[in-house]
């Protein structure tokens, strides 16, 4: 049983510390709103045609409550969720909604105070058509992203750890937090000022 709390105590710059620069999103999927708080949790991942929304708004129907639904929105000419599809899925207990995509209804997002990560709004909606099957592997941020990932999302970024490394992932992390918050300002300058005029002699610049 995975502990999604213990994930969501760490923040993403912690756990990127100790995972490859393909678990880590770009930096254009960012909150959508001021003060969002951090998530974290199992992936439901959504693949979206271009310009159709017809897969995350059967998602949130099916869903089960903590849930991260991550969504392959392909384009941000069209809005794939809007006030309405976020409420159905914050009453149904889905945790946030990560799209590699646009959102619209912003205003009625951030009144709800409904986690979105996105790149962006749009007003225009998109179009229902196009079925894919749900919970299979996409691309989201640059990141294969697979149902059950686990991810965890603030203001600092966005990382996916990947089912089978969880655990490791979060020894390593807990590690590093815990070594961190013992470690005074005073001490880290001491030992990073060592570092970086080694470096700087190592090349020449310093006596």
């Known amino acids: 049983m995975i502990d999604y709390s213990a994930f969501a105590a760490l923040s993403p710059t912690t756990l990127a510390d100790t995972l490859s620069r393909n678990q880590i999103m770009d930096l254009g999927i960012r909150p959508l709103w001021h003060g969002m708080p951090r998530v974290a949790g199992p992936a439901y991942t959504v693949q979206c045609n271009a310009g159709d929304n017809l897969m995350l708004h059967a998602a949130i129907y099916r869903a089960v409550p903590g849930s991260i639904i991550v969504v392959d929105g392909v384009d941000v000419e069209y809005a794939v969720a809007g006030g309405n599809?976020?409420?159905?899925?914050?009453?149904?207990g889905i945790t946030a909604f990560l799209i590699d995509g646009v959102i619209r209804d912003l205003a009625e997002i951030r009144e709800r105070q409904f986690p979105v990560f996105a790149r962006g709004v749009v007003p225009i909606p998109g179009i229902k058509a196009l079925a894919h099957p749900l919970n299979q592997?996409?691309?989201?941020?640059g990141v294969q992203v697979r149902a059950g990932d686990i991810?965890?999302?603030?203001?600092?970024?966005?990382?996916?750890?990947?089912?089978?490394q969880a655990e490791t992932i979060l020894h390593k992390a807990q590690a590093s937090a815990a070594k961190d918050a013992s470690e005074t300002l005073a001490?880290?300058?001491q030992a990073h000022r060592a570092k970086i005029d080694e470096?700087?002699?190592q090349q020449g610049l310093l006596d």
């Open 187 to 189: 001490a880290w300058e």
């Open 151 to 164: 991810v965890v999302a603030d203001e600092e970024g966005i990382v996916v750890i990947p089912l089978e």
């Open 199 to 201: 470096l700087l002699r």
């Open 85 to 92: 599809v976020c409420a159905v899925a914050q009453e149904r």
């Open 137 to 141: 592997p996409i691309n989201c941020g």
